[in-house]
């Protein structure tokens, strides 16, 4: 079976907005990112185990609030108390995590055809996001998430580096062209690349 991407024909690559006579570094980059494996993981209030002595990856889940562990490959985001999204570009650890969690401690949730994930970049970022969204993009750091809205729009926010600021964002599949609408939008003022 293909998936499609909720996006497939609503991201056009091109220049946009504000961009002309700017260099191509400067500019706001906008993409989508397909073929993830998205998993909710969710450990039951009454469960003996405990999350702490697992790893999928290499990685442990976090435990302490909007933090996110990665390596190369996946990322486990930290999205409430023992409740974990772990997004990953290796499709085949859905395996391991359906081997190494049991159904009496843990809910295993795949994501992947739900979500559209779309990758913003530049320095401008943390401007462009505070046009529709109540965070205070200050204190978001590299390896941090948050849960929020963008124009009333639920979201996921995962800082992916600051250095240049780039996050993935995870919206509802049937949200993903209101998003990408609403953000390229905020993004006209400073100019934009969609890749």
Not at 7 to 12: A, E, K, R, S
Not at 26 to 32: F, N, Q, V
Not at 161 to 172: A, E, G, Q, S
Request: glycine letters at 6%; one cysteine or more; aromatic letters at 10%.
């Amino acid at each position: 079976m293909t998936s499609l991407s909720p996006l497939q024909n609503i991201l056009i690559k091109g220049l946009y907005g504000n961009y002309e006579g700017k260099n191509d570094n400067i500019l706001t980059k906008i993409k989508e990112i397909k073929d993830l494996l998205i998993v909710q993981i969710v450990n039951y209030k009454n469960s003996t185990s405990k999350i702490k002595d697992f790893n999928i990856d290499g990685l442990s889940f976090p435990e302490e609030v909007l933090k996110v562990e990665s390596n190369q490959n996946s990322r486990i985001l930290w999205l409430g108390p023992k409740n974990w999204l772990l997004v990953t570009s290796k499709k085949d650890l859905i395996k391991t995590i359906n081997t190494t969690f049991n159904n009496n401690d843990f809910a295993i949730t795949d994501l992947s055809h739900s979500r559209g994930v779309i990758e913003i970049e530049g320095e401008k970022l943390k401007e462009i996001l505070k046009k529709g969204c109540p965070f205070n993009f200050n204190e978001l750091k590299k390896n941090c998430c948050v849960n929020s809205v963008f124009n009333g729009i639920t979201l996921t926010i995962d800082m992916i580096d600051d250095n240049p600021y780039k996050v993935r964002v995870f919206v509802l599949r049937s949200f993903s062209e209101s998003f990408y609408h609403s953000i390229t939008d905020s993004s006209l003022e400073y100019g934009y690349k969609t890749v």
